[in-house]
């Protein structure tokens, strides 16, 4: 039993998989010839494992870029970091997250099928993250066995259709219109940032229609602005960090040189996720569709977050910027209000502040962009401080988790065990209930909620 939970769990935390699954599903659905079939079926998860490749090149690239910060200006405390906090808990909760994750999939899969909210959470990795937070903030309810699994994976599922549907109507300006949502646990920063975005901008003014000089042209070349941005990056930490440090990280290769080329890979790695995007949305909406109108009316994938990076790529290096700036004022109040410095982490910096660049973006264009991103960092500072103390009760002091739907779930989740117990997991549980269940009553402009632009 155990061997087939984590042969499932292993699947169910590749994207790549899910994906292909899905529109294999999907074209089987509309009938298609086989070698359709097979092209439409390969080429979503080929295109996934290309942007998680191009991903990973960004955080082995970001790696050193975090480490000379630290060093060259003397900062110490915590790095909000994902993986890190789900490898030390699943020492502990490896069972109870590997059941959460396959009832939270089957849930997810329910919800969409009989209800209005018809959002299929395709990014396997982050509900694994999530099952690992719910195993963990669960257990302290005093749950455990079959409740704590059917609980947890009602709570993942339910998330998992349920955040798509807030901000979907911010998602469909981002796309402009195509059948896609946003799959990824920061998205409700996402959405605070275009909401913020249109307070603040016009979308008209879009950070993609910044007239650039001729002579300037080449930056409308995404690679090159991204490489030429990264370098200044670079080298102004390796000169902070001082030649000695950096060459404990260059093995060999001289500093600058280093921080050079590292600023290049991180731009070639941004370029990568770019091609690897393309050829996902290039085959998965239309095989998409196969199960929209056959097997789940309507159906609608939410992805991860770097699939949206296409849409506006000026506003990725925008947001990236903005949100790190807001990361780094985060730190400073709240080493002024005395609590615990949260150094900002430049992997959910970059993915989640780009993510927050596009959606401010959206509604505000460049305003947008840069206020919404920096609200963005604010958040990835509060959100992790704030869901420390919750973790440290649990075992897991000095770690916690950056996204920020990890954030207000933690903190409410176990606010809610701490004051009332199961019984405050209870409500949780059937306020999510009645909100998926309330809107089969009430009629919408659109059939999956929030699915129309406004």
Known sequence: MVAILEFLRDVLKQPALLMGLMALVGLIALKKPAHKIMTGTLKPILGYIMLGAGADFIVNNLDPLGKMIEHGFHINGVVPNNEAIVSVAQKLLGVETMSILVVGLLVNIVIARFTKYKYIFLTGHHSFFMACL???????????????????????????AISPAIGQRYTLKVTDGDEIAMGHFGSLAYYISSWVGGLVGKPEDSTENIEIPEQWGFLRDTTISTAITMIVFYLVAAIAAGPAFVSTLSDGTQPILFAIMSALKFAVGVTIVYNGVRMILGDLIPAFQGIATKIIPNAIPAVDCAVFFTYAPTAVVIGFISSF?????????????????????????FFCGATAGIYGNATGGRRGATIGAFVNGLLLSFAPALLLPVLGSIGFQNTTFGDFDFGVLGIVLGKASNMLGKTGIFIIVAVMVAALIIPNFLKTKAKAINNIEM
């Open 325 to 349: 700036i807001g990361g780094v004022i985060g730190m400073v109040i709240l080493g002024a209000l005395g609590g615990v410095l949260i150094i900002p982490g430049l992997v959910p910096h």
């Open 134 to 160: 719910l195993s963990a903030v669960l257990g302290t309810s005093g749950m455990k066995g079959t409740e704590l699994i059917l609980i947890g994976g009602f709570i993942l599922g339910a998330w998992s």
